[in-house]
């Protein structure tokens, strides 16, 4: 099994920046892709921006140019670091980890991030 531990959301004004962090643990041999995924109330949970273990990454749209996924294998760790947010970005955002490809086998227990207009 692997553990997946989100920590830096929080409220922050429009235009503003935040950092998550996603720290992996457990049998994290062989984990390729970790990512983050968001969910807005009434909405469906969203991609939001990926990476694999050889630094390949994928965004959606609507992040493109102000987010950026990083990864550090070293500590098993996935950063996304946001930057111009808007209030439409206002979701708990969800780590995940997969085994092969950009698969999703594992979650985190999300963190809320506030945009306040």
């Known amino acids: 099994q692997v553990q997946l531990v989100e920590s830096g959301g929080g409220l922050v004004q429009a235009g503003g920046s935040l950092r998550l962090s996603c720290a992996a643990s457990?049998?994290?041999?062989?984990?390729?892709?970790m990512g983050w995924y968001r969910q807005a109330p009434g909405k469906q949970r969203e991609l939001v921006a990926a990476?694999?273990?050889?630094?390949?990454?994928n965004y959606a749209d609507s992040v493109k140019g102000r987010f950026t996924i990083s990864r550090d294998n070293a500590k098993n760790t996935v950063y996304l670091q946001m930057s111009s947010l808007k209030s439409e970005d206002t979701a708990v955002y969800y780590c995940?980890?997969?085994?092969?490809?950009?698969?999703?086998?594992?979650w985190g227990q999300g963190t809320q991030v506030t945009v306040s207009s």
């Open positions: 457990g049998s994290i041999f062989r984990l390729n892709a």
């Open positions: 995940y980890a997969g085994r092969a490809g950009w698969g999703r086998d594992y």
């Open positions: 990476i694999t273990s050889g630094g390949s990454t």
